[in-house]
């Protein structure tokens, strides 16, 4: 075993099909949505939590489906059940995020819902949610657009409140019901293709605050055929399984920085000068975020409550590789001809002294 968990996975998951890239994120993501909100970095007056928004995005058989079901795979036999169902509305997810709506015992079905404890709610309203636990769920969609459809604004927004909110979310569904959720952490590990990512989301998505909340991920196909792929060795899945547990089990409460790790966070906040494609400037205020929470997650890896230089360096190289192919994730979508030379033209003359 390798001394952090995110190179012992890219080892585990290494004879397949699928691009690097793609188990590493897969396996961020992961590590994310187990921690939920037990383990956070105090930031000022919030708080910043490892879940993480992430699409993998490649053509037809960049082997998508297969890094997603992977690391779902592993993380159900390490304990963790709380995905979100494959399709869905945004009424439903709601439903499903506050715990209203639970599998049947059989596993066929879903519960009804408690008539008098409805009428009592929309009589007098939800009593604090307080005293509930908090809230979290995985989305897991290996076809993301299966998940939600098509242009659906209304959950878009939804998901783009939801990945820093703190504090009791309440909603009125159409059904009238008043819905109540404490701390509701979400993470999303998606798959799509450019053609259907179009689909997925309108242009007008690119200056919404959802976009600036997900990394898109690119991958080509690595060029491997593998006939008969070998099953895992047995030893090695338990062991990844026994490190999930022991991250979720011991990664409680806030993580600390070290000296070297805090000077080195402000030199790359400070210099960072954002992406050079205009598509990208809203994420580019977003970014320090993510590397703080790709930090937690780097720390976390190795079951540890400090952050070092080296899980700063760390994570800042993961999300350097990843922004550099972010345009190719993206193609067309969204860019207007001669767009990136009209807004450089634009900021200059906004930028210009005297003007």
Not at 181 to 197: E, H, K, Q, R
Not at 259 to 265: D, H, M
Not at 300 to 325: C, F, G, K, M, P
Request: aromatic letters at 12%.
């Amino acid at each position: 075993m390798s001394e952090d968990f995110l190179s012992s996975y890219l080892r585990y998951a290494s004879n397949t099909e699928v691009p690097a890239i793609y188990h590493r994120w897969c396996a961020i993501a992961g590590l994310g949505a187990i921690l939920g909100r037990r383990y956070y970095f105090n930031h000022g007056h919030f708080s910043i939590y490892p879940n993480i928004y992430c699409m993998l995005v490649g053509v037809s058989g960049t082997r998508k489906s297969t890094a997603i079901k992977l690391i779902r795979k592993l993380m159900v036999e390490a304990g963790y059940h709380t995905f979100a169902a494959e399709k869905t509305t945004k009424e439903k997810f709601i439903l499903d995020l506050s715990g209203e709506a639970e599998e049947s015992p059989s596993g066929y079905g879903k519960k009804q819902v408690d008539m008098d404890k409805l009428l009592e709610s929309n009589l007098w309203g939800e009593d604090d949610s307080d005293t509930k636990p908090d809230a979290e769920m995985f989305i897991a969609a290996d076809e993301f657009n299966d998940f939600f459809g098509n242009g659906n604004i209304e959950f878009i927004s939804l998901l783009g409140t939801l990945w820093d909110y703190s504090g009791v979310y309440r909603n009125r569904i159409k059904n009238g019901k008043s819905v109540s959720i404490n701390n509701p952490t979400v993470s999303i590990l998606g798959g799509n293709t450019p053609t259907n990512l179009a689909l997925a989301f309108p242009p007008g998505i690119l200056g919404q605050g959802f976009f600036s909340r997900l990394l898109f991920i690119y991958g080509e196909p690595n060029g491997r055929r593998i006939t008969f792929p070998k099953p895992p060795d047995p030893e090695f899945t338990q062991a990844l399984i026994f490190w999930l547990r022991e991250i979720k089990a011991k990664l409680i409460g806030s993580t600390r920085l070290t000296g070297e790790a805090e000077r080195l966070l402000e030199r790359i906040y400070t210099t960072f000068t954002g992406l050079d494609d205009v598509r990208f400037e809203s994420y580019s205020t977003r970014r320090f975020s993510h590397l703080l929470k790709l930090c937690l997650i780097t720390s976390a890896s190795r079951i540890s409550t400090e952050i070092t230089e080296r899980d700063v360096i760390y994570a800042n190289t993961i999300l350097s590789h990843s922004e550099h192919y972010m345009p190719k994730a993206l193609g067309e979508f969204g860019k207007a001809k001669h767009s990136d030379v009209s807004h450089k033209i634009v900021s200059l003359i906004n930028g210009a002294e005297g003007v």
